[in-house]
Structures are given as structure tokens and as C-alpha cells.
């Protein structure tokens, strides 16, 4: 019986004759890990998201993609797209050789430049289309940053999507103030050194703690409400005075200043800082008790949950049964 073979076949489908490919211009942007350079083919096409390709190792993005996007079948697919297609840094057609000691920016940096392209071209969706390395380079942005621009990033971490989505008044001001920020540059390395920061290490119990008095305030609406309590549950509970505001987005400062006060009133109070004749006339003659308790020996030997009714509009402290209801 004749033995199978594998046999290894080339597909060639060249463009037919008449199916020129389309006009290429190469850019390069500076961004916060160096320069990077990527080819544009086509024209943006209203509403559509671009195709953004990133090739493998020891490939650049033509000697990895051309056969593909260059394959006859291939043209009624992309001629409805613009493409977008990055070399690695010193990867590009004659770049020059890296100076001895270069650091070659790691992954996930790579993956940070691609907002800056982004940006640069205006382009707020794409199609990814990775190989290997560009595959993870391209899920990593994706982990983070998926179709949204720099400026959406930062308000998705400010604002709940609830507050985005309903596009208050507030929300308007604050995309109008991030979009149009004159140095949203600098914005942007702000928010790429968050993005890279170290985990705190907080331990319960354990060495790496905060000592002092912690007021943790989240509202219970925020985008990062988890990461919240999670810290909370890692503090010293007789140190801590937790507060999750009832109705509250991602920023109690900006929609709820009057209870963030109040709480802030009773926070300073705790460490007898406020005298009681500071307090809101009402909470005083509701709290007298407890809070001048709080506020004479600045003792705090337990921990303090700070809850806000929704209904009432009050808020509440110490633990569960222990309620101090203060009006905002
Ligand atoms: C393109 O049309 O997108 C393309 C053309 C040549 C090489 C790679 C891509």
C-alpha cells in the first residue's frame, strides 16, 4: 500500500491583474518606551474599526503578513478596511542596530504603545491580527486597553460604566476636561505608571500595614468597589474607618461632598482633632454620645464600618447595632 506523505502546499493567489495594492505610508511616534514605526494601507472607512497587525519574532510586518494580505482572496476583505500594520521597535525596514545596553522594552510595554498609535491616528476601534509574539502583545492590550482610547481608558477607571453610559452633566465635564487636556501626554505617563504599579502588600496582621488611622472611602457604585474592600479587609480594623456610599460612582469627592464632609468631619473627630461644636447641629444631638466618646480620648480600639443609608440620607458608624446617624 503506497505510504501517505505529507505534503506541504503554498497557496499562491497573487492579485489578479487590475488589483494593485494600495498605497502604504509609514509613520513613526514617540511614545513613553521610544519610537515606534507602523505602515498605513488604505483609507479610514467611516464606522468601521481598523485592522492593526503585529507580527512574531524575527519577522517584521511584511516578511510576516504580506503573502497573507497581499492573497487574491484576501482583497474584498480588506479593501473595506483601513490597515494598520506595526513593526517592533528596530524591527522596521533598515532601522538602525540598537546601541550595546540597549533595554528592548519588555511586552507589556509594547502593548502600551499601541493606545499612542492609536491616538496618534485617531482611531478608536481596531480588529487585531497577531502571530506569536504579536499575539500576546495584542492580548495584553486587549486585557487593558480594548478599542478604547487613552482618555476612555482613564474615565472607565474614574466612572462606573452606569455613569458613563447615562452621561450626566458631570460625566460631559470630565470627558470634555480629559479629551481636550492640553498635556494628555503627560496624563498618559501618569496613567502608564499606574498602570505598572507595584502591589502595596498590605497584610493583615502582618508587617507591611498601614499604622496609622485609615479613612477608606469607596462608593458603592465605584468601577474598582472590589479592589476597595478587598484593602479594607487587609487593614488594622482599629485603625480603619470604612465607608461605602450608598448611590455613589467612582468619585464621592466630585458627586457626594457634603457626606464625604460629614464622614471626614467624624474621621478627624475620632482622632480629636474636631471639637463636637464643629459638627452639623443635627448630628450632634443625635451622636453626642458616641462620637464625644470618640472624639475626648481619640481612642480607637475597634473597627469602624461608616454605612450610608440611601433612603434616609444619613450616615451611620461603628459596628453592626452601634448606629451614628449623622444629616448631610
Ligand atoms: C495590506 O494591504 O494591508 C498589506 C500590503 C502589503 C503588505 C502587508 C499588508
Same mark, same amino acid.
Given at each position: 500500500m503506497a505510504e501517505l506523505q505529507e505534503v506541504q502546499i503554498t497557496e499562491e493567489k497573487p492579485l489578479l491583474p487590475g488589483q494593485t495594492p494600495e498605497a502604504a505610508?509609514?509613520?513613526?511616534?514617540?511614545?513613553?518606551?521610544?519610537?515606534?514605526t507602523f505602515t498605513v494601507y488604505g483609507t479610514p472607512k467611516p464606522k468601521r474599526p481598523a485592522i492593526l497587525t503585529y507580527h512574531d519574532v524575527g519577522l517584521n510586518y511584511k516578511s510576516c503578513f504580506q503573502p497573507l494580505f497581499q492573497f487574491g482572496d484576501m482583497q474584498e476583505i480588506i479593501q473595506n478596511f483601513v490597515r494598520v500594520h506595526v513593526d517592533a521597535p528596530g524591527m522596521e525596514e533598515g532601522a538602525a542596530v %540598537?546601541?550595546?545596553?540597549?533595554?528592548? @522594552?519588555?511586552?507589556?510595554?509594547?502593548?502600551?504603545m499601541i493606545p499612542c498609535i492609536l491616538q496618534y491616528l485617531n %482611531?478608536?476601534?481596531?480588529? =487585531?491580527?497577531?502571530?506569536?509574539?504579536?499575539?500576546?502583545?495584542?492580548?495584553?492590550?486587549?486585557?487593558?486597553?480594548?478599542t478604547?482610547?487613552?482618555?476612555?481608558?482613564?474615565?472607565?477607571?474614574? %466612572?462606573?460604566?452606569?455613569?458613563?453610559?447615562?452621561?450626566?452633566?458631570?460625566?460631559?465635564?470630565y470627558r470634555n476636561i480629559i479629551t481636550h487636556a492640553p498635556n494628555l501626554d503627560n496624563i498618559e505617563l501618569y496613567w502608564n505608571s499606574y498602570n505598572n504599579r507595584r502591589d502595596l502588600n498590605f497584610e493583615r496582621g502582618g508587617d507591611i500595614t498601614l499604622k496609622c488611622p485609615v479613612m477608606l472611602v469607596v462608593g458603592d457604585q465605584a @468601577?474598582?468597589?472590589?479592589?476597595?474592600?478587598e484593602c479594607n479587609?487587609?487593614?488594622?480594623?482599629?485603625?480603619?474607618?470604612f465607608l461605602k456610599m450608598a448611590d455613589s =460612582?467612582?468619585? @464621592?469627592?466630585?458627586?457626594?461632598?457634603?457626606?464625604?464632609?460629614e464622614a471626614f468631619k467624624y474621621f478627624l473627630q475620632g482622632m480629636g482633632y474636631m471639637a463636637?461644636?464643629?459638627?452639623?447641629?443635627?448630628?450632634?444631638?443625635?451622636?453626642?454620645?458616641?462620637?464625644?466618646?470618640a472624639s475626648i480620648d481619640g481612642n480607637r480600639s475597634r473597627s469602624r464600618t461608616l454605612s450610608q443609608s440611601s433612603e434616609s440620607g444619613t450616615l451611620s458608624s461603628g459596628p453592626p447595632g452601634h448606629t451614628m446617624e449623622v444629616s448631610c
Open positions: 505610508k509609514t509613520h513613526s511616534v514617540e511614545t513613553p518606551y521610544g519610537s515606534v %540598537f546601541p550595546l545596553g540597549y533595554q528592548y @522594552p519588555s511586552l507589556d510595554q509594547l502593548a502600551d %482611531f478608536s476601534t481596531i480588529i =487585531g491580527v497577531g502571530v506569536g509574539a504579536g499575539a500576546y502583545i495584542l492580548s495584553r492590550y486587549a486585557l487593558t486597553g480594548l478604547s482610547s487613552i482618555s476612555e481608558m482613564i474615565l472607565g477607571h474614574l %466612572f462606573s460604566q452606569e455613569e458613563l453610559s447615562g452621561n450626566s452633566e458631570l460625566i460631559q465635564k @468601577p474598582h468597589e472590589d479592589a476597595v474592600v479587609s487587609k487593614l488594622d480594623p482599629t485603625q480603619t474607618s =460612582g467612582g468619585q @464621592p469627592q466630585l458627586t457626594q461632598p457634603g457626606k464625604l464632609t463636637s461644636s464643629c459638627m452639623t447641629r443635627l448630628s450632634r444631638s443625635r451622636t453626642a454620645s458616641l462620637t464625644s466618646a
